[in-house]
């Protein structure tokens, strides 16, 4: 069983719509959890991280973490074409190194 | 506030051959970590690195190799260099008691 477990999509979402991406992690430990955007042939960039329980918003996007299902989504409201991109999972464990899903990729149509 | 630097951003090698990637990270952040990522396996942790001292080590074999010098400057070395380790390299860094990484531009190796 994989760590960080993604859907890999794609994910395909109307312009406008809210995209809701989701991951599962399997070590109960864990206390970080982020969410990258990788654009195709560029590097990872950090767009959300959340450490407790709960929702935690920053313009259009929202993530949300639940320990007890070990469960993090982000959620992408009024979606537009330049989020087309893969969405990275990653948890972090203590000083353990952090853990990446393999990525969801989203397309959203115009 | 410059981000992570990675250097070269292309290199193509010839199989056995060895290769250096450099990596500078963000001004004041202390600790390092590098990254393989291919199609098929995602991004794949290969060591991080903290006041000089190789604070984790992923899954690689011994071909694979880092270091980091006092100004938090690494490098990683590949040796005896396999089709198979072509790949796009990613350093990150982040803050002394931080554990959001940030990501250079990777350096695309290809060995031919």
């Known amino acids: 069983q994989k760590e960080v477990e993604q859907n890999s999509g794609p994910l395909s979402v109307p312009e406008g719509a809210i995209a809701s991406l989701n991951c599962t992690y399997s070590?109960?430990?864990?206390?970080?959890f982020f969410w990258y955007r990788q654009y195709s042939g560029k590097s990872p960039e950090l767009i959300m991280s959340?450490?407790?329980?709960g929702d935690k918003e920053d313009g259009r996007f929202t993530a949300q973490l639940n320990k007890a299902s070990q469960y993090v989504s982000l959620l992408i409201r009024d979606s537009q074409p330049s989020d087309s991109a893969t969405y990275l999972c990653?948890?972090?464990?203590?000083?353990?190194?952090?853990?990446f899903g393999s990525g969801t990729r989203l397309q959203v149509q115009p | 506030k410059a981000g992570v630097t990675q250097t070269p951003r292309y290199l193509i090698k010839t199989r056995g051959q060895q290769v250096t990637l450099s990596c500078s990270p963000i001004?004041?952040?202390?600790?390092v970590s590098w990254y393989q990522q291919t199609p098929g396996q995602g991004l794949q942790f290969l060591f991080e690195?903290?006041?000089?001292?190789?604070?984790n080590k992923g899954n690689f074999p011994g071909r694979f190799s880092g270091r980091q010098f006092s100004n938090s400057r690494s490098e990683m070395n590949v040796s005896t260099l396999e089709l198979g380790d072509s790949a796009l390299y990613l350093c990150?860094?982040?803050?002394?008691?931080?554990?959001?990484?940030?990501f250079g531009p990777g350096t695309r190796l290809t060995v031919t």
């Open positions: 690195y903290f006041s000089e001292t190789q604070r």
């Open positions: 990653a948890v972090k464990e203590g000083r353990r190194a952090l853990t």
């Open positions: 001004s004041g952040h202390r600790s």
């Open positions: 959340i450490y407790s329980n």
């Open positions: 990150a860094s982040s803050l002394t008691g931080s554990a959001e990484q940030y």
């Open positions: 070590d109960r430990g864990s206390q970080s």
